[in-house]
């Protein structure tokens, strides 16, 4: 199978790149291991933020300061500058694609306040703002040819002297180890929030998957220790209460009926104050009872019919328990000029990127924003470079080697419950790499997931069934899982501070030191190089290179 851009990854980043690099001409494929309509971009409920008018300069440029003063100081200024003066042609871009923003009675976009931000510049379509934009890119992929492989599982990347060949893959339907070739990749996989299964909003097979193929291909991971804490999950369920529940007015209050932080805060400091009241014996609920029940019914629906049928709570009467759940990764592969890789003709955008844009903690209404922005960029890139480039030479040996290392899963007998593990893994890391960390909680969490990790290996399939053989795939998510995150875990013993997302109890204050990059590749299977970027030298070696020009 053969295809001038190949696109992994049918979440929001990976629909507009692949609707990017579609000429009338050329071949373009998605690749997405799951369901085409499911993807965390589709959860992502409470909207997209944009300042509609580039004129208002006061208000555009509160929407940099704003996203950059989340970063904690990791934010690249020049990225995000540019995310944020794309964000009105995206939106105009979105609606000629089919997306019905809500509007005001005057007709124009309407705008709602979310955390962090000074402004109401949060653009919604009630409380589904994700799933609508999926469904209206989904549909415009397919008016415009884009050809569609789902249940497709991308074991590896195909290379040739550092330039992209292609990638490795499983087609789950009947367990066979294919190629599909290609003179230009995107990589759009999302995060690795997942790796927390049972505390998290991700569906279970979010595992980091693409970040581990990642790591196998010699490319360096970034920060992948900011892992952002949604603050209201369903306590029950983990279901994320959309944060326009609070943009719409709702209250945290906890068993006492007492409110106890603004609503409206950042991310990371809500999850803390949440955490607080919990270790204090106090569970904490949304209290949407003030709202009138046309106003819940008109700006939050899913959550008005998610609550009732997940728990039988009537949030227009009743209060709804939440807690802090993972929820999305600011870490992610680290790229050059916002989407390009090390590997040639590879690009990487939305969630599992890191390009300067979230730093040590997201604001809200920005996770759209990015992977709409980037996703669109990458796939001009890719374009471009399928345009220049042909295709690379196919090195088969690396897929013998996939093809073995399936054949070997399904040989041989195990006692073991991959499962069991995967929630072990989950409870492990929400404990002890969760919204509070230190050096003892850190190293128990990574001597545990090494543990875990060598287990993995003799994991087989119990089913022999090849036809849609579920244990295979999640013996293989499980063991990206763990690949990420002890890169997770040693991120975080690196970085002896607190800052954004990241907190540790033994280092409580932030430090100048550390206001530069932790860094991560893996060496050879199961060894990591962990180093903290030198910002100074790069400032040195930038100014150099500017005197000279």
């Known amino acids: 199978m053969v295809y001038d851009v190949i696109v992994v990854g049918s979440g929001i980043a990976g629909l507009m790149a692949a609707i990017e690099a579609k000429t009338d001409t050329n071949k373009v494929a998605i690749i997405t291991k799951g369901n085409l309509f499911k993807s965390n971009s589709a959860m992502a409920s409470g909207g997209i933020n944009a300042v509609l008018d580039l004129e208002d300069k006061v208000e555009f440029e509160s929407h940099i300061e704003d996203t950059f003063k989340s970063s904690k100081g ?42 962090g931000g000074k402004h109401n510049r949060t653009c919604y379509v009630g409380d589904k703002t994700g799933s609508a934009i999926i469904q209206a890119l989904i549909k415009k992929a397919k ?53 927390f299964r049972g505390n998290s909003t991700n569906a279970q097979d979010y595992t980091g998957d693409l970040l581990a193929v990642c790591l196998r291909a010699r490319l360096t991971l970034r920060d992948m220790e900011f892992i952002q804490f949604h603050p209201t999950g369903i306590a029950k369920t983990n279901y994320l209460v959309t944060e326009a529940a609070r943009g719409e007015g709702g209250y945290l209050v906890n068993s ?30 949304i209290d949407l009872r003030h709202l009138s029940l046309e106003k819940i019914q008109k700006k939050l629906p899913s959550l008005y019919s998610v609550a009732l049928n997940q728990t039988g709570i009537d949030i227009s009467e009743e209060l709804l328990e939440i807690k802090p759940v993972a929820h999305y990764s600011m870490g992610g592969v680290e790229v050059k000029n916002m989407v390009e890789s090390e590997i040639k003709g590879l690009y990487i955008c939305g969630e599992m990127a890191a390009n300067g844009i979230h730093g040590a903690n997201r604001l809200g209404g920005n996770s759209l924003l990015e992977g709409t922005v980037f996703g669109e960029l990458a796939g001009q890139k890719a374009l471009k470079y399928s345009l220049e480039n042909g295709h ?32 072990s893994l989950g409870n492990s890391m929400f404990k002890y790499v969760g919204i509070i960390r230190s050096k003892e909680s850190l190293v128990k969490a990574f001597d545990y997931a090494k543990y875990l990790r060598n287990q993995s ?26 690949e990420v995150s002890e890169a997770v875990i040693l991120g975080a013993k690196k970085r002896k501070e607190s800052r954004g997302a990241h907190h540790r109890d033994d280092y409580p204050e932030t430090k100048e030191k550390y206001e530069n990059h932790i860094l991560i590749k893996e060496i050879q299977k199961g060894y990591f190089k962990v180093e903290l970027e030198d910002k100074s030298f790069l400032t040195k070696f930038r100014n150099l290179f500017i005197n000279k020009e």
């Open 457 to 482: 290996y003799s994991l087989h399939c119990i089913n022999k069934e090849k036809r849609n053989n579920v244990e295979l795939s999640s013996i293989l998510e499980l063991r990206n899982a763990l």
């Open 256 to 285: 006492d009926g007492e409110r106890f932080i603004d609503e409206l805060e950042t991310r990371d400091k809500i999850a803390k104050a949440i955490l607080e009241q919990q270790n204090n014996d106090k569970k904490v609920f």
């Open 74 to 115: 990791l934010g690249n200024r020049h990225n995000i500058t540019y995310m944020c003066r794309k964000a009105s042609d995206i939106i105009a871009k979105l609606i000629s694609y089919g997306v019905a923003f809500d509007r005001d009675e005057y007709g124009n976009i309407a705008q709602r306040a979310f955390g």
């Open 143 to 195: 008016e415009v040819g884009i050809k569609f492989f789902i249940n497709t599982y991308v074991l590896n990347l195909a290379t040739n002297e550092r330039k992209i060949s292609g990638v490795i893959a499983l087609r789950r339907i009947d367990s066979t180890v294919l190629v599909y070739s290609a003179k230009s990749v995107v990589l759009a996989g999302g995060g690795y929030a997942g790796i």
């Open 392 to 423: 690379e030479i196919i090195d088969y040996n690396l897929v013998i080697k996939d093809i073995k290392n399936i054949d070997k899963i399904f040989m041989g007998e195990t006692s073991k419950n991959f499962n069991a593990i995967r929630v």
